[in-house]
């Protein structure tokens, strides 16, 4: 006799994300590989099969925004739950006030920005499927934690000072990550916390465990996301727009200077190659430079780009031109090179630098080219959007474009 199949489960995520930081202002803004890390936590949400629902819950207008604007569901979270002293527990509570058909709820973390879809399919599953009634993500640990006494004297927690056995002779220890939790609903709306019942441990890979508590975590966040973050590069149905800096990308940042004082750049044939692929494939493009130069000029007419130079602030400019022409910023692409480009990269979804850009550019960018610029990182972009046959970049015979002097 067959049975029917069991409805599916509700798992709700909540992704806790106060505006209000001390350790790192803005904390949860704050780009790792270019995205913010409220923004990596829905994606790592989304990613996991188990998951229904998501929910952030914040009272920052900018964290909703983006939270929002990623495909999370937003709880306004009260004044009297969002202070200093407010626990997590309180605001996935509150969350669930909004989901009360939720069997099974999450807590994540945004300050854990390595979380994959698999480490949180993997919490979930040990609720959902193992059994248990609460589970939590965990890393192997195999030191020896020590403690100070009252009179200064070291003490080893879980361990005898004076006997040191190997490791394959200790007992397998696991260290909390504090990047995802998963709760049965009704359990924790009785008990009010994460951990009641039979709780799971669920080992995750500790190369990937990061808090991000103060500006030297997010440092090193930022440093490790070109190693640990998937690689990926944006195609056309993600881009509907191309904003390029112009000095130190579509040039090497060199500058040479005649007897006269005119001013010569050199920049790359398979870029203009590129830029007219991007203009023939229908993208709106812009060339946005902080130089009042006319060589900026005299290469947007060559390119038949639009230009907007001598622009002190690029990103207040940047934002009225998406607003101008109806463009979603998130469906942006803006290559730049160094720091004045930084305010650029956290209003697009595509932030991009060029592969010698500043080690800042670098970390806050969600994709880096291969090719310096001013030698086809343009060229390489469009080949990203438009197909693997604009990889084939010609011999680079610069060209030049002269300007007078400023």
């Not at 949400?45 to 009272?59: E, G, M, N, P």
Request: net charge negative; with cysteine.
């Amino acid at each position: 006799m067959s049975t029917a199949p069991q409805a599916r489960r509700k798992v709700l995520a909540v992704i806790p994300a106060r505006g209000g930081s001390k350790g790192v202002p803005g904390k949860n803004l704050a780009p790792v590989g270019g995205v913010p890390l409220v923004v990596r936590a829905v994606r790592a949400c989304l990613a996991a099969r188990y998951v229904t629902d998501v929910a952030v819950s914040t009272d920052d207008p900018a964290i909703a925004g983006a939270a929002g604007g990623a495909g999370a569901d937003v709880v306004v979270r009260p004044a009297a739950i969002a202070g200093d002293t407010a626990t997590s527990e309180a605001a996935v509570l509150h969350a669930l006030e909004r989901h009360p058909d939720a069997d099974v709820v999450l807590l994540v973390q945004c300050t854990s920005p390595f979380l994959t879809g698999e480490d949180v399919d993997a919490v979930a599953a040990a609720v959902v499927e193992g059994g248990a009634d609460t589970a939590v993500a965990v890393a192997p640990f195999h030191g020896f934690v020590w403690r100070e006494s009252a009179d200064r004297d070291g003490e080893g927690l879980g361990h005898d000072k004076a006997f040191r056995p190997r490791r394959q002779d200790r007992p397998q220890d696991f260290l909390e990550t504090g990047a995802a939790y998963a709760m049965d609903a009704e359990g924790f709306r009785t008990h009010r916390h994460r951990f009641f019942g039979h709780t799971a441990l669920v080992p995750t890979d500790p190369a990937r465990v990061l808090e991000i508590d103060d500006p030297h975590d997010l440092a090193r966040a930022r440093a490790l996301a070109p190693l640990l973050d998937a690689a990926p590069v944006p195609g056309r149905a993600d881009v509907d727009a191309v904003v390029l800096d112009f000095d130190g990308t579509q040039t090497d940042d060199r500058v040479l200077i005649d007897s006269e004082g005119r001013e010569l750049v050199a920049v790359h044939r398979g870029d203009g190659l590129g830029v007219a692929a991007l203009r023939r494939a229908g993208l709106e493009l812009l060339i946005l430079s902080t130089e009042q130069n006319p060589v900026v000029a005299a290469r947007a007419r060559k390119l038949q780009v639009p230009v907007l130079h001598g622009i002190d602030r690029k990103d207040l400019a940047l934002k009225r031109w998406c607003e101008e022409r109806g463009v979603d910023p998130a469906r942006v692409l803006y290559a730049g090179n160094d720091v004045n480009d930084l305010p650029c990269f956290s209003l697009v979804g595509w932030p991009v630098a060029v592969a010698d850009a500043h080690d800042s550019v670098r970390a806050a960018a969600r994709a880096v080219t291969a090719t310096p610029g001013g030698e086809g990182a343009i060229r390489e972009i469009a080949a990203w959007l438009l197909g693997p046959e604009l990889h084939h970049t010609p011999s680079p015979h610069p060209t030049r474009h002269n300007s007078p002097a400023q």
